[in-house]
């Protein structure tokens, strides 16, 4: 049988949406790393260390700052941009075994199950994962409990991961 959602969107929506996959995706290890050798820093230069290794600490850091920051912006801008181009901020979800479509006033997509590789749940909302770095924001919001369970057991039977 299958399950219909109108999932509805707002900026606020994906601000959560896109903080949400990115602070999976950075990690806590990736804070930790900079914040090391943030304190290594201030060490060698609190030491009045003049060496080749400062100026390392420091480009590790910048880069690493600049990666984390470009993640979160290229994946906020992508999300506005499309939710832009709706002109009412709302889109049908259909879902049946082997496959589900989402429809807007923008498009149609139909993906089989198995293109999910990951579905990570969140307390406002669920992002189902083609790739490392695509992904698609489902409001929990407007999803019923039973529509819910459906997606988790339709990903999990396709061989897609469930992480919560």
């Given at each position: 049988m299958p399950h219909e959602a109108t999932l509805i969107y707002s900026t606020a929506l994906l601000?959560?949406?896109v903080f949400a996959f990115w602070r999976r995706s950075?990690?806590?290890?990736?804070?930790?790393?900079?914040?090391?050798?943030?304190?290594?820093?201030?060490v060698l230069v609190a030491l009045g260390q003049a060496s080749w290794i400062i100026g390392a600490l420091a480009t590790v850091l910048a880069v690493g700052i600049g990666f984390a920051a470009a993640i979160y912006i290229v994946h906020y801008r992508n999300s506005l941009r499309k939710f832009r181009q709706m002109d009412t901020p709302r889109s049908t979800f259909r879902a049946d075994e082997s496959s589900f479509t989402m429809s807007s006033d923008i498009g149609t997509t139909t993906l089989q199950w198995s293109t999910v590789k990951e579905l990570w749940q969140f307390q406002s909302v669920w992002l189902l994962l083609y790739s490392k770095s695509q992904f698609t924001t489902?409001?929990?919001?407007?999803?019923?409990p039973e529509t819910q369970a459906y997606i988790v057991q339709c990903v999990r039977a396709a061989g897609g991961k469930v992480d919560g």
């Open positions: 601000r959560q949406a950075v990690g806590v290890g990736f804070f930790v790393a900079l914040l090391i050798a943030s304190i290594g820093l201030v489902l409001p929990l919001a407007c999803l019923s």
